[in-house]
């Protein structure tokens, strides 16, 4: 948690607001100032004092002065966030903080922390002639997140070892032999633990991750449009063609025909 006192504003280091438009990943350092990272778009994957954290729009994560930090996986183009530098402000002897902010949370109204996060970017980078505007500003946004967050427990990090098991699952996901047993067996954990702790994550079971990867996969190969079904249906770890096409049309809700007919006609007509 981050306490938040107000007896003076929070010293304002510097900020901006990140944008890729290719593959990217956190340098691996260590800073001594605190930094609030605001999602943006797509997913800024963090590592810090070795817990991991998967930051979306609409979410924040604090980085604390001396942890080390890097990105453990490249986030995707278009990934974009809010960042800013700052110090804890004088405090009286004995003060008690107002208030306190989650380390990690998903804000209930992102858009009013967007608008005071290009505030302070606006006030940092000169904006204001009154001295310490961005100070001000910061200490507003500060409020903002605590009000927003105040009975909030946040979000839990994700544990290292986690991490590791969806990325072997990724890789694993199209062969014909996946199962959650199998999955459970690689990690060195309970099948039925493992499936709780997944869903209580992520909010979904491990099988329908698996199921997910595999739908997206399909739809990629069928929008190439240089197999037949049956060949889709065996990347995929389907063998049986006709069991591939009940179960994308169950999940997708088109048959893999229709799918590839759409993709093709949506070709089509944007070119």
């Excluded at 544990?159 to 990724?170: I, V, Y």
Aim: some cysteine; hydrophobic content about 40%; glycine content about 8%.
């Amino acid at each position: 948690m981050i306490p938040l006192y107000l007896n003076e504003p929070y010293r304002h280091h510097m900020g901006g607001q990140f944008l890729s438009d290719e593959t990217w990943s956190h340098m691996d350092r260590t800073i001594m100032d605190y930094e609030l990272i605001i999602g943006v778009s797509g997913v800024v994957f963090m590592e810090a004092d070795g817990r991991t954290y998967e930051v979306k729009a609409g979410e924040i994560l604090f980085l604390m002065p001396g942890e080390r930090h890097r990105g453990y996986r490249l986030s995707s183009p278009g990934v974009s966030f809010y960042w800013f530098h700052f110090y804890l402000p004088d405090r009286l002897p004995d003060e008690e903080p107002s208030s306190r902010i989650p380390r990690y949370a998903a804000c209930p109204n992102p858009s009013r922390v967007h608008i005071l996060a290009r505030q302070l970017l606006h006030a940092g980078n000169g904006g204001y002639r009154i001295s310490r505007a961005g100070d001000y500003f910061l200490t507003c946004l500060l409020i903002e997140l605590a009000e927003q967050l105040q009975d909030s427990g946040g979000l839990e990090a994700m544990d290292p070892q986690l991490s590791g098991l969806l990325a072997w699952t990724r890789m694993h996901a199209l062969d014909r032999d996946i199962t959650v047993e199998r999955i459970a067996a690689h990690a060195g954990y309970n099948k039925d633990y493992l499936s709780r702790m997944f869903k209580r994550r992520f909010g979904s079971g491990l099988l329908n991750y698996i199921h997910h990867l595999k739908l997206e996969a399909a739809k990629e190969i069928l929008a190439d449009g240089k197999l037949q079904v049956k060949e889709v249906a065996a990347r995929v770890g389907i063998e049986d063609d006709k069991q591939f096409a009940k179960w994308f049309k169950r999940l997708s809700g088109v048959t893999p025909t229709a799918y590839r007919q759409a993709f093709a006609q949506t070709r089509l007509n944007n070119s």
